[in-house]
């Protein structure tokens, strides 16, 4: 988000130019969060125990991981998405995508975490689905609307080659390791590859477009 803001911000009177470089923040946010998101949704026990012990792995603390990470995707989408549009002086929807998310997580989320901590993340999560949800709209009604399949849909490839792989490694046994191995090799490989065909095809269509 650091990054986000002064690099739309430099393009901000170039409308398309500020639609790319929005496209790309998300983009390249999502590239990282996707595989994260994954590996924390199939794996808390295995997490949860590694860093704390295996009095952490009951199914609560599964579900708490799981729709923990889930809110932090959410949020990045509403975060995120604000930056980009206070970078071209539309600062309205960072306001607002904010008081969406802060009515359930700041008014309801503390007074019920001590006793239902797990219910708490839930109402966690869903404030800031909503705040996503949000955030899109505002997108819209600004007439800034992204790239949406480079921004969300390509990089959930890699994740999804990566998934696979892994799941075909749990049945495996003694061969998981390596499917892992393969997993995230594979990921990193075809992020590259779908990134690279992106920068040929953008700098060939700027030439072409100069002409």
Request: charged share 10%; glycine share 10%.
């Amino acid at each position: 988000m650091i990054v986000t803001f002064p690099f739309v911000a430099e393009s901000s009177k170039d409308h398309a130019e500020s639609r790319r470089r929005g496209t790309l923040c998300i983009r390249y946010n999502n590239f990282i969060l996707y595989p994260l998101t994954l590996l924390l949704c199939l794996y808390p026990n295995e997490i949860n125990g590694f860093l704390f012990g295996s009095s952490y792995t009951t199914g609560d603390s599964a579900i708490y991981i799981r729709l923990l990470a889930l809110g932090v995707f959410f949020s990045s989408v509403g975060r995120l998405g604000g930056n980009i549009l206070a970078g071209i002086g539309r600062t309205k929807a960072n306001f607002w995508v904010m008081i969406v998310a802060g009515i359930f997580v700041v008014t309801i989320v503390p007074f019920i975490a001590a006793a239902h901590p797990v219910l708490a993340v839930w109402i966690y999560t869903g404030g800031w689905a909503l705040s996503a949800l949000a955030m899109i709209g505002f997108f819209y009604l600004e007439r800034f609307p992204l790239d949406w399949w480079k921004a969300y849909g390509e990089p959930v490839l890699p994740t999804l080659c990566m998934a696979a792989l892994l799941e075909i490694g749990r049945w495996t046994g003694a061969w998981f390791a390596l499917f892992a191995f393969a997993g995230i090799a594979g990921m990193v490989v075809l992020t590259f590859g779908l990134e690279t065909s992106a920068i040929r095809i953008g700098y060939i269509w700027k030439i072409q477009s100069r002409r």
